[in-house]
């Protein structure tokens, strides 16, 4: 009997089990998240004020340091963290499991941090101002990709803890049957992380070899073709995460069940297949690749993750509706979502956080990723407009959503500023839809992305934009400071609330013993017939009429919006 | 909180789908396959598509191609700089080179006519941006990048770079004209 590493203990209002190494683990995850955050945060404001024409805060060398820097706290280090805290909680905590090697998981994780630091540094020292992407022959100082290299190793090795609890939780019978959905989906995240990871290693050692010397040509191409496969597929485990914890606060918040586990966990297994082919995404405007080659990948084979993403995008709020209806707020089309609980902010978040993700950052994701729609957009500010969309409302905001239950049950501390946490998904996700939004116009119009000074002063030869785009950057500009400020109010509530936040003490607090970390034997399965499960909801044999409908409002933006930007380009010169 | 919990049926796989999802998925499904198909549907009957042909060159080569070009069809300079305007014949080869952090030569074109446009980085990546069409394309060093392009508007076009290069980057700026046919 394996008495020893059983700490476990019981969350008095989820009913959540606890292992206490992985909670701690958890939680130091989660803050080293919130504080790159917090960096990226004060970044991002930087940004902003200097890409708003009529305020130009920096100047240029800092300008591009500073929006490299804010690129990989934000999209690596924030997300990163966070996302291990979730793989350890979906392995962990909702298969009442021990953590498989503590040790390892504190040895992965200051080894992230450690990455962090080092790549932060590099990049504050001045003369690794190369952007996110760091494309070769521009060379980084050498501790730029080493500092990456230590945190990717470190993420790895996360990956593989998470990995071992699940093998653990089998062979040791914490659960019954197969793992819940909200695990799935980590598991998909997991195995798209380990994929981008080695991605990762392939191109930045041999670019860190070159940096000290010991490789004497890096191909332009070659480090853009493997590079992408590394930072498009890091973005992919964000999406996978970001479903997943849709799926999580729905069922937090509405005790909602997934509509049909064979859907959901297909979906996600459609993740697994074909995501990755995404990088193709951003080598469509390259020379050295082929229409057809091109064309397979950017279209995640025919779009079949895609599909995955649009199944998620009804399955989560059709999930939502039944539980609502079944509660009794079955009246019309939309009685659901008129008295979903709009104050709970994890639910605003989440139910934002699905929105933006779908209208803002999948149909624009979609549409340049066509391979010749991608002619009248690459590199322009549509780019980071549309991914604004996907990581920022995606990801960041259903990732914010997510912390407003795990303060309680795992930091075991009351929200601080209650009031303010009702507002602040608001906040932080209009101010992003109009950033987002208004990039991706000002991005038709030609604004180039990573840009300082859209008015090229001192050039003879400079571009006059449009009045239209100066307007359109002031008022992404000006949203922008609205979701900086609806940052600002996350990073309030957290930080005040685990630091200073009143402690919830538990009752008759006691570990559990180890026998108690066993799943109890499984009862006789009910037996459900067809249809019969949801009697006497929804319309015309439509258990979610109202997601039905949203549903269709989003493919009809989606028809026109893709279709009108064909229709603009075949009025551009031609072209083969 | 089922999500977060085993799926209570162990045979989760065998229950039936809801008439929702399956409706959905076979309407996904098929907005799918269009989107797919419109991309080879527009290399066939559409006139914007992104030409695969494409060499490797070296920086030497290059220059000494565009060289050529500018001593043959030069008709003017522009700027201090005294940046050379070339207007080759229509048909023929244009060479643009993308370095640090200039665009040259600058180009004369004819309207309704076609051109071989050759493009290359002579040092890090660059991106060709023709403003205010928006027509965006990725600058390689190392590659040379030759697609037929046939401008349809007359007008003082501006080529900017989209691709970050360094601290400059946001001085890198020409123009491309595109007169009348003679």
């Known amino acids: 009997m394996m008495a020893v590493n059983r700490m476990f203990r019981t969350c008095p209002s989820t009913g959540l089990v606890y292992h206490e190494p992985a909670e701690k683990l958890i939680r130091w995850n989660a803050v080293a998240g919130v504080v790159s955050l917090l960096v990226g945060g004060i970044l991002a404001l930087l940004v902003t004020l200097t890409r708003w024409p009529a305020v130009h805060l920096l100047p240029p060398d800092w300008f591009y340091l500073v929006l490299t820097a804010h690129g990989l706290n934000m999209l690596v280090f924030w997300i990163i963290f966070f996302e291990i805290a979730v793989l350890y909680f979906a392995a962990s905590v909702l298969l009442k499991c021990r953590l498989a090697t503590p040790k390892m998981a504190w040895a992965g994780f200051w080894l992230m941090i450690v990455g962090a630091l080092v790549n932060n ?328 992305r990573r840009h300082w000074d859209m008015g090229f002063a001192g050039n003879p030869l400079a571009h006059e934009f449009p009045g239209t785009a100066y307007l359109m950057m002031g008022i992404m500009a000006i949203s922008g400071i609205l979701a900086v400020v609806g940052g600002g109010m996350y990073l309030l509530i957290t930080v005040g609330s685990v630091f200073l936040g009143k402690k919830i003490e538990t009752p008759g607090f006691k570990h559990v013993k180890a026998n108690d970390g066993r799943a109890p034997a499984p009862g006789p399965q009910p037996v459900v017939a067809a249809g019969g499960a949801h009697a006497g909801i929804g319309t015309a044999g439509f258990i979610a009429p109202g997601t039905f409908v949203l549903a269709l409002v989003f493919l009809t933006a989606f028809v026109l919006y893709y279709f009108i930007n064909w229709k603009y380009l075949s009025t551009v010169w031609p072209l083969s | 909180m089922s999500a977060l919990s085993p799926p209570p049926d162990r045979l989760w796989w065998k229950q039936p789908l809801d008439r929702v999802e399956g409706t959905w998925i076979a309407i996904a499904f098929i907005w799918c396959m269009v989107m797919f198909f419109m991309m080879p549907f527009w290399h066939v009957f559409g006139k914007q598509n992104l030409a695969n042909e494409a060499y490797r060159t070296t920086p030497e080569m290059f220059q000494a191609k565009t060289q050529a070009m500018v001593d043959k069809y030069k008709i003017r300079e522009e700027t201090d700089l005294k940046i050379p305007v070339v207007a080759p014949p229509p048909g023929s080869d244009v060479y643009l080179i993308a370095r640090l952090w200039q665009w040259w030569p600058m180009i004369e074109l004819e309207e309704g006519k076609t051109y071989r446009l050759h493009l290359a980085s002579m040092d890090w990546l660059h991106g060709f941006s023709l403003q205010p069409e928006n027509i965006n394309i990725q600058v390689h060093p190392g590659y040379e990048h030759i697609m037929t392009v046939t401008p349809n508007r007359v007008g003082t076009y501006s080529i900017i770079c989209n691709e970050y290069c360094g601290i400059n980057h946001h001085t890198m700026a020409s123009r491309l004209y595109v007169v009348k046919a003679k």
């Open chain 1, 121 to 448: 540094v590099a990049v504050f020292r001045g003369d690794s101002s190369v952007m996110f992407t760091s494309y070769a022959p521009m060379g980084a100082h050498p501790a730029f990709y080493l500092g990456l290299i230590l945190f990717a190793v470190g993420a790895l090795v996360a990956c593989f803890v998470f990995f071992g609890t699940l093998v653990v939780a089998k062979s040791e019978g914490t659960y019954n049957g197969s793992v819940p959905l909200v695990t799935f989906g980590a598991v998909t995240a997991a195995i798209i992380a380990v994929f981008t990871i080695a991605s990762g290693a392939i191109i930045l050692i041999p670019t860190f070899l070159w940096s000290i010397g010991l490789v004497d040509h890096i191909d332009s191409l070659m480090y853009r073709t493997v590079w992408w496969a590394f930072g498009h597929s890091s973005q992919q485990i964000n999406v996978a995460a970001h479903v997943s914890v849709w799926y999580a606060i729905a069922a937090v918040v509405f005790g909602a069940k997934p509509l049909s586990e064979k859907v959901s966990r297909t979906a996600f297994f459609l993740y697994i297949c074909f995501l990755q082919l995404a990088s193709a995404h951003h080598l469509l405007a390259d020379p050295g690749l082929t229409s057809n080659w091109k064309i397979f990948n950017t279209s995640y084979a025919m779009y079949l993750a895609v599909l995955a993403s649009m199944v998620h995008g009804l399955t989560v709020p059709g999930a939502i509706e039944v539980a609502q209806r079944e509660k009794g707020y079955n009246r019309g089309l939309f009685e659901w979502l008129r008295k979903a609980p709009w104050s709970n902010p994890s639910f605003s978040a989440m139910f934002m956080s699905l929105i933006g993700f779908g209208f803002l950052g999948g149909i624009s994701g979609v549409m340049m990723g066509t391979e010749q729609l991608n002619l009248i957009i690459h590199n322009t500010i549509y780019v980071p407009g549309h991914f604004h969309a996907t990581v920022v409302i995606g990801t960041t905001l259903a990732f914010m959503g997510l912390t407003y239950f795990l303060i309680p049950t795992l930091f075991r501390r009351e929200l601080m500023f209650p009031g303010m946490a009702k507002w602040q998904p608001y906040f932080f996700g209009i101010g992003m839809m109009g950033f987002s939004l208004f990039m991706m116009g000002a991005g038709t119009l030609g604004v180039p």
